[in-house]
C-alpha cells in the first residue's frame, strides 16, 4: 500500500508542471466491433508514466480480443500478454474488458477492481480491420492523466512507411501532447502461440 502511495505522489509531482488533458477524438468512422476481435501485436507506443509502469521490461506485446457472449451492446474481453525482460520470459497477463460502447470504437476500459477505468477509443482502422489500428486510452486520477497510443498490427511487423504513417496521425490529432517518443516494442526473437 505505501509503496502505491509513493508511486502515484512521484507520477503526480512529475506531471505537476504538464499535466495533460484526455483528447476526446472522435473513432474510426468505419468501426465495426467484429473488425477489432482477433489477435493484435503491438508495434509500438507513445505512453506516460502511469501507462508505462504496466508495460515495464514488456516484449513481444499482444492483445486478444473478443466479444463478450450474449452481448449486443459491443462490449469486449480483452487479454494483454507480454513476456517479461526477454523474448523467453515469464507471460505477463492481464485480463480487462471494454464496455459501455457509447458509440462504435469508442468504450470504458476496466483492468484491474482498483484500478480506474479509462476511457478508450479505436482512432484508425484499415478498411477491413486486416492491417493496421491505433488505439488511445486515456485516463485522469488524482488530478494526474495518464495517456497511450498504441499502434497496433495484426502481424507481428508492420511496413515502416505505415507505422510512419500512423504515428504522423495520431500526432496530428494531438494524442501525445506531452511530445512522448515513439518506443518499439521488443520483438527481437519472439515466438507467438
Not at 92 to 115: C, H, I, T
Request: charged content about 20%; glycine content about 6%.
Amino acid at each position: 500500500m505505501f509503496g502505491a502511495l509513493v508511486f502515484t505522489l512521484a507520477i503526480a509531482i512529475a506531471q505537476s508542471q504538464t499535466n495533460p488533458t484526455c483528447r476526446f477524438s472522435a473513432p474510426a468512422s468505419n468501426f465495426r466491433p467484429s473488425m477489432y476481435q482477433g489477435r493484435w501485436y503491438e508495434v509500438g507506443k507513445m505512453q506516460t508514466a502511469g501507462g508505462a509502469f504496466w508495460q515495464e521490461g514488456c516484449h513481444c506485446t499482444y492483445t486478444e480480443i473478443e466479444a463478450v457472449p450474449n452481448n449486443s451492446e459491443g462490449d469486449q474481453n480483452v487479454a494483454y500478454f507480454c513476456n517479461l525482460d526477454a523474448p523467453n520470459g515469464e507471460v505477463s497477463a492481464v485480463d480487462g474488458l471494454l464496455y459501455n460502447m457509447s458509440r462504435p470504437g469508442e468504450w470504458k476500459q476496466r483492468l484491474l477492481p482498483f484500478v480506474p477505468p479509462v476511457d478508450y477509443r479505436v482512432i484508425v482502422i484499415d478498411d477491413q480491420g486486416e492491417e493496421y489500428a491505433i488505439s488511445y486510452d486515456c485516463g485522469t486520477s488524482s488530478s494526474v492523466t495518464n495517456y497511450c497510443v498504441h499502434i497496433l498490427s495484426r502481424a507481428p511487423t508492420l511496413n515502416e512507411d505505415i507505422v510512419q504513417m500512423l504515428v504522423r496521425i495520431a500526432n496530428e490529432m494531438d494524442l501525445n501532447p506531452e511530445n512522448l517518443p515513439f518506443e518499439r516494442t521488443p520483438i527481437e526473437n519472439c515466438t507467438y502461440d
